[in-house]
């Protein structure tokens, strides 16, 4: 997979294969973070957290555009290896990010030293964990003030509805094929 822009832009990440697997398309990452920018997201200083994160392209893609931080939570071993390869080939110093080898909901358990600006949120087709992972994140004060939570789900899932989730502005609500893109801010 091609990183869109910035100082990785152009080079290649791995990406795992198998069951459960979906990479964000070129066409789906490009959407993505032109949304963000039209919507003000400065990327210098911008601290990231990408759940449930698979090859870890969309926190990767945001380091390259210049957030200060990622943190990548991925329970697959397989998966979480190749995230720190492509983080230690891209030549990202270790500063800038921490890849956590574990199930999202052991992290989501606890508050975060400091908030994110920016949560990706990306779980696995079929298991309904959207509404339970936002819940838990902005319940345990995962997301900044002001802060962005982005989900990319399958087409048939709509918004979720909670007490934490009615506290966040739904801004996007758009289909790219069989994906839908949520994007909400605080």
């Given amino acids: 997979m091609r990183l869109i822009s910035g100082k990785?832009?152009?080079r290649v990440i791995k990406t795992a294969s198998g069951p459960g697997y979906r990479p964000a398309t070129s066409k789906v990452r490009q959407a993505i973070f032109s949304m963000l920018e039209s919507r003000g997201v400065e990327w210098?200083?911008?601290?990231?957290?990408?759940?449930?994160?698979?090859?870890?392209?969309?926190?990767?893609?945001?380091?390259?555009?210049?957030?200060?931080?990622?943190?990548?939570?991925?329970?697959?071993?397989?998966?979480?290896?190749?995230?720190?390869?492509?983080?230690?080939?891209?030549?990202?110093?270790?500063?800038?990010?921490?890849v956590l080898k574990t199930d999202l909901f052991n992290v989501l358990s606890k508050a975060p030293d400091k908030p994110y600006d920016l949560i990706f949120i990306d779980?696995?087709?079929?298991?309904?964990l959207l509404p339970k992972a936002l819940d838990a994140a902005l319940e345990k004060g995962w997301l900044s003030?002001?802060?962005?939570?982005?989900?990319?789900?399958?087409?048939?899932?709509?918004?979720?509805?909670?007490e934490q989730v009615d506290r966040l502005e739904l801004l996007v609500n758009k289909l790219y094929g069989q994906t839908r893109i949520l994007l909400w801010q605080m």
Avoid: C, H, Q, T
């Fill in 8 to 10: 990785y832009g152009g």
């Fill in 44 to 98: 210098e200083g911008l601290r990231v957290a990408d759940m449930f994160a698979g090859s870890g392209s969309l926190a990767i893609e945001s380091l390259s555009r210049g957030a200060a931080f990622a943190l990548f939570v991925e329970k697959n071993g397989r998966a979480a290896s190749l995230i720190s390869d492509n983080l230690r080939d891209l030549g990202a110093s270790s500063r800038e990010y921490r």
């Fill in 123 to 128: 779980p696995p087709y079929g298991y309904d």
């Fill in 145 to 162: 003030e002001n802060g962005f939570v982005l989900a990319e789900v399958e087409d048939k899932v709509e918004p979720p509805r909670s």
